[in-house]
């Protein structure tokens, strides 16, 4: 079972590049997450979607865009990169019907814009 | 909207000891709380999930409870090791609309 699958691990952008992270889960999860970690700092949430076609913003949304078309796939978008979003970006996943919901994470895409 | 703090932000402590690590979190209608840890340039590894009907969870050294109506989780590590070294992080998933919030860790040294 392959779990949360993010590609790629490492990336680096130059300003006013465009780019897109994915993210892939094989547990048919309905709840996808993307969050960025700073140096230092716990994660903040970007987007996040509770099914295929329905997303909602997190705590820091702006420079990013999401999409949901499949129940696997949860790609996260950076149209205009900029050195504010050099940070490691992380995808989770969790069900609605299991009892406890518990949270299953990829192992990150490190991101650096110059 | 809710706000997760973990106290402290590092601890250092010798091998052997037993320590506490702090979470707390401001709206108490959560579904569940989990403890994660986190080592240096890596992913999240789940250590315990509590729903919010429970008091405690427990695996091996680690002890997880939490006390909704105050708010509040503590993390108990029992006779600490150097591989027990790391991030740990707390997130809580609120009720109203499924997002899971995060503090921002206690950073873990065990001086061997």
């Known amino acids: 079972n392959a779990g949360v699958t993010q590609t790629p691990k490492f990336r680096i952008l130059k300003i006013g590049q465009s780019m897109t992270l994915q993210c892939t889960q094989d547990?048919?999860?309905?709840?996808m997450y993307w969050y960025r970690q700073d140096p230092g700092m716990g994660l903040k949430l970007i987007y996040y979607?509770?099914?295929?076609?329905?997303?909602d913003k997190g705590e820091v949304p702006n420079g990013y865009n999401v999409s949901r078309s499949t129940t696997e796939d949860f790609p996260l978008r950076l149209e205009l990169a900029a050195p504010s979003q050099t940070s490691v970006y992380f995808c989770?996943?969790?069900?609605?019907?299991?009892?406890?919901?518990?949270?299953?994470f990829g192992q990150g895409t490190r991101l650096t814009v110059v | 909207k809710q706000e997760v703090t973990q106290i402290p932000a590092a601890l250092s402590v010798p091998e052997g000891e037993n320590l506490v690590l702090n979470c707390s979190f401001t709206?108490?209608?959560?579904?569940?709380l989990q403890w994660f840890r986190q080592d240096p340039g890596k992913g999240l590894t789940s250590l315990l999930l509590?729903?919010?009907?429970?008091r405690e969870q427990t695996s091996g050294r680690l002890n997880a409870s939490l006390d909704k109506s105050s708010g509040r989780s503590t993390l108990y590590i029992a006779a600490s090791q150097p591989g027990d070294s790391a991030t740990y992080l707390c997130?809580?998933?609120?009720?109203?609309?499924?997002?899971?919030?995060f503090g921002k860790g206690t950073r873990l040294h065990i001086l061997p």
């Open positions: 989770a996943s969790t069900r609605t019907d299991q009892p406890f919901k518990e949270a299953f």
């Open positions: 547990m048919n999860h309905n709840y």
């Open positions: 979607s509770v099914g295929a076609g329905i997303t």
């Open positions: 709206d108490s209608a959560i579904y569940n």
């Open positions: 509590i729903q919010s009907s429970q």
């Open positions: 997130a809580v998933r609120v009720n109203r609309d499924d997002k899971i919030i």
